[in-house]
């Protein structure tokens, strides 16, 4: 998983069938505590009614693409959690 802030959206006039329904974001990626990296923007499946600015995680490849009802579907990223808050656990804990 991956840490990303939804930076915009995606516009279609015309989506795969399996998308239909779906949002699609923009997202900046960023480490756990929200500050962008130097990856590039990247359009997302919203799968967690995500808002504009709001810190969430998501997967890449097959897991964005098995994320959805059909795991056929072209997706290469979904997001699929919103990020409240994250820490780094202590050292030596489990």
């Known amino acids: 998983m991956h840490f990303a802030r939804v930076v915009g959206t995606v516009v279609c006039t015309e989506k795969v069938r399996s998308w239909r329904g779906q ?17 590039r923007v990247i359009a997302a499946v919203d799968l967690v009614s995500a808002g504009p600015g709001q810190l969430v995680f998501y997967v890449r490849g097959r897991e964005a693409a098995t994320a959805l009802a059909d795991p056929e579907n072209p997706a290469d990223a979904a997001i699929v959690g919103l990020v409240d808050s994250a820490r780094e656990a202590a050292p030596g804990a489990r």
């Open 23 to 39: 949002r699609l974001l923009l997202v900046q990626p960023t480490d756990s505590a929200g500050t962008p990296t130097n990856a």
